[in-house]
């Protein structure tokens, strides 16, 4: 199956799939609005419904420096959206008895066993106790395992935060999967596990956890079990020198109005810098190191909606996916303990995507069970099972755009009443 025959295969007119197509095209005026005004330096933007890509439109600069326009095969990193990715990866594992969800993460990760909890995380002293209990898979994929997140083992001053950069968390770019996990056997949790949810480098161990469990390299167990099969010919963790005219610059605000590019030192978490992305990096992060297309990332998502199966491959049960894509939180870990509160507000969170449990405020549109993630420069994707409704919004801003939520009721205004 080439690119191009999957591209026809999947594309519909919108009154096709129940979209109006004036109500899409209120997609592209708000999009363009933000470029106007200045917000982003170019966007594309994806609508699916049942199983067909019904809107797909590219807008603005990719390289404003450049003058170079935004293609739809433009490569973005996508940051965070990698986690479903490995979440997927875990659970074709999962399948196959080489992994359990509820088993400790230790019977693969031998350095994760015995880790003791600190008492206050946010004490000036650290004083440990015994774990409960061990984290597992499902805390990993869940974020309940108690592990720290990046602003803590990056910036924090309290005595847990330092003992974290002591063991070299905060160059997590100079190590591989192995080391990570290594130095990840010598901290204390944060928390007990299964007690709390905090957003953290445990998307990272899945990477190792695969490698292990799989006996291959997580990249290449990525491109062969989940990339190749589904024509995601421009997804991996760098970009080779013969697409690198295809990868968007990175932008942020001006201090007084408009866009400036971005150029952050190379290597390092949260690095933005378009060099870094021009060869394979020795970290492969589960949490955060892809890039992708728009065209490669629907596809993906297509597989979502299509219950593990796209265009006549199934590479993983429906079961599966449909177990991914629920709720795993308990009702008093619910909302996420993260910030801005309004985005999170009704959100649990199932294993690698955030599910949404309750409708709020921040955009009434959204449905129960609608699920998906970000990736912290302007990248999201969300899928709404009940409508068969897939929308993703890319873009390369620093910090993170308004753009998706604006889009998103649009998108659930344009289904057509039947």
């Known amino acids: 199956m080439n690119t191009s025959e999957l591209n026809a295969n999947l594309t519909a007119a919108p009154h096709a799939v129940g979209l109006s197509a004036e109500g899409l095209k209120r997609i592209s005026a708000v999009t363009r609005q933000f470029i106007d005004e200045e917000q982003l330096a170019g966007t594309v933007t994806v609508v699916a419904r049942r199983g067909k890509i019904a809107h797909f439109e590219a807008y603005g600069m990719m390289d404003v420096t450049a003058n170079k326009p935004m293609q739809k095969d433009t490569i973005f990193r996508i940051y965070s959206m990698t986690k479903p990715i490995a979440a997927t990866a875990v659970m074709m594992l999962c399948e196959e008895g080489k992994l359990e969800l509820d088993v400790p993460a230790s019977v693969y990760l031998p350095e994760l066993g015995g880790l003791k909890v600190a008492k206050d995380a946010d004490a000036k002293l650290l004083t440990l106790v015994e774990a409960d209990r061990e984290m597992t898979v499902r805390d990993l994929m869940r974020h309940t395992a108690g592990l720290p997140g990046a602003a803590r083992y990056m910036a924090g001053q ?11 968390l905060h160059r997590l770019h100079a190590c591989n999967l192995q080391e990570m996990v290594e130095r990840l056997g010598k901290i204390s949790l944060l928390y007990q596990p299964g007690s709390k949810w905090h957003y953290s480098i445990a998307a990272d161990v899945l990477g190792r956890l695969i490698e292990v469990a799989s006996g291959q390299s997580f990249d290449v167990f990525l491109d062969e079990r989940i990339f190749q099969p589904l024509g995601m010919c421009d997804t991996g963790f760098y970009v080779p020198m013969e697409k690198v005219d295809r990868l968007a610059g990175m932008y942020g605000p001006k201090p007084s109005r408009g866009l400036q ?12 810098s378009k060099t870094s992305f021009m060869r394979k990096p020795k970290f492969l992060s589960a949490g955060g190191g892809l890039v992708s297309t728009a065209a490669d990332f629907t596809r993906f998502c297509l597989m979502l909606t299509g219950k593990g199966a796209l265009a006549g491959k199934r590479l993983i049960k429906a079961e599966s996916i449909e177990l991914m894509t629920r709720n795993h939180l308990p009702e008093h870990l619910i909302p996420l303990d993260k910030k801005p509160e309004a985005r999170y507000a009704g959100l649990g969170f199932g294993l690698g995507v955030s599910v949404r449990v309750q409708q709020t405020d921040w955009i009434p549109a959204s449905q129960v069970g609608e699920y998906g993630w970000i990736g912290g420069t302007s990248t999201e994707f969300w899928i709404s099972p009940k409508d068969e409704l897939v929308a993703i919004t890319l873009a390369q801003h620093i910090p993170f755009s308004e753009l998706s939520e604006k889009v998103k009721p649009l998108v659930y205004a344009a289904i057509l009443k039947e």
């Open 158 to 168: 309290t005595a847990v935060d330092k003992s974290y950069r002591k063991v070299g």
């Open 261 to 272: 590019a971005i150029d952050a030192p190379e290597g390092g978490t949260g690095n933005t």
